[in-house]
């Protein structure tokens, strides 16, 4: 048993409430992480009891300009729309095909001839012509609505394909941002681990509170975690800017080579 002064006291309470809190948090974050897991891996909650893995930083290095051009190529949203484009396209030309001529060939052959009467022919060709000449100008219309449509999707095209490219350099500048992150938490984690050491030989000597060596630990702990958050949206980002680019497949090619 010991004395602890009131204000200490009372810092402890406050430790203590935001430690319950942060902890509520996580467990329900896990519990989510858990539910999207089992959703994605196509099994029963019941067959994943304790998910665990390593999160270990390495340097994946992306060359932004590449991967830009890579964009313009294989995103996607890009590939649909050049797939609208054509179909709009080809809705065009029949469309336009309508305001021309028509033109048919037709001929027949009879093979059985002996039962043909006197007037009817042993064989017959000819040519057919149609030519809408009035209905309302309604062709016109439906050639200008496709009109309309190409130069939609074209607009689109151009917006689509400067949001992607802003997005690679959004994307590009998180994952610079989180690797400076990750390389400065790397000296503040061994910062609190020297004053974690420092505050124990405090209260080995008398000269510390046991709640000076609490707080340097939470310290410790909290600089790991912010650490582990780091990479963690150090690969997020990398994952998004490979998904982005339409190379989500080349993610899993750096996982594996940088695990191995």
Known sequence: AG??????????????AEAEKNM?????????AKLLLTSVMG?????????????????????????LQKAQKN??????????KNSARQKFNIERSKLLPQIAAFGKYEIYQKDLSMLE??????????????NGF?????????EHLINEIGYMEIDTRKNINLMISKLYADIANYREQIILQEEIIKHTKDNLE??????????????????????VEKSMLDSKTAIYYYFESLNSFLNTAGASDEFTQIWDKNEN
């Not at 019941?46 to 300009?65: G, K, M």
């Not at 022919?121 to 009035?134: D, Q």
């Not at 309604?138 to 496709?146: A, F, G, L, W």
Request: hydrophobic fraction near 45%.
């Open 3 to 16: 004395l602890i002064a009131n204000h200490n006291l009372m810092r402890a309470k406050v430790a203590l």
């Open 24 to 32: 509520k948090a996580a467990e329900n974050d896990y519990l989510i």
């Open 43 to 67: 099994v029963d909650e019941s067959q994943i009891e304790n998910p665990t893995d390593s999160l270990v930083y390495f340097d994946a290095v992306v060359s932004a300009e590449n991967y």
């Open 75 to 84: 995103n996607p949203v890009i590939n649909i729309l050049d797939l609208k």
């Open 121 to 134: 022919p042993e064989w017959t060709i000819g040519l057919s012509l149609t030519m809408n000449i009035f």
């Open 138 to 146: 309604q062709d016109y219309d439906d050639i200008k609505s496709t």
């Open 198 to 219: 420092q505050n124990m030989r405090r209260f080995d000597t008398g000269l510390g509170s046991s709640l000076e060596v609490v707080d340097a630990r939470l310290l």
